[in-house]
């Protein structure tokens, strides 16, 4: 059985860091491209950063530069560090696991974080 399951998440002040984990277990972790995503009340679910099976990273415009994805691979674990955080970064952050040949995707259950003073 699949399972991505996602940790960190809280209630942090503007200006402070939080340390998101994805853990899987059930999948070929290290042939997987694995995605964090966050969805904030009312709006669509938007990408925040992947890390590629080979080690790339892309991330989104709002979250360059203070955000940084990592993976280890022997872990199979998926990490999203979130610096200077803002109120606007408030939203559940969910984890994806994504390969093509065959397409297949995996989805976390979500961790809450909340950026309010």
């Known amino acids: 059985q699949v399972q991505l399951v996602e940790s960190g998440g809280g209630l942090v002040q503007p200006g402070g860091s939080l340390r998101l984990s994805c853990a899987a277990s059930?999948?070929?972790?290290?042939?997987?491209?694995m995605g964090w995503f966050r969805q904030a009340p009312g709006k669509q679910r938007e990408l925040v950063a992947t890390?590629?099976?080979?080690?790339?990273?892309v991330y989104a415009d709002s979250t360059k530069g203070r955000f940084i994805t990592s993976r280890d691979n022997a872990k199979k674990t998926v990490y999203l560090q979130m610096n200077s955080l803002k109120p606007e970064d408030t939203a559940v952050y969910y984890c994806?696991?994504?390969?093509?040949?065959?397409?297949?995707?995996?989805w976390g259950q979500g961790t809450q974080v909340t950026v309010s003073s």
């Open positions: 994806r696991a994504q390969r093509a040949r065959p397409t297949t995707v995996f």
């Open positions: 890390v590629t099976s080979d080690g790339n990273t």
């Open positions: 059930g999948i070929g972790f290290s042939i997987y491209n």
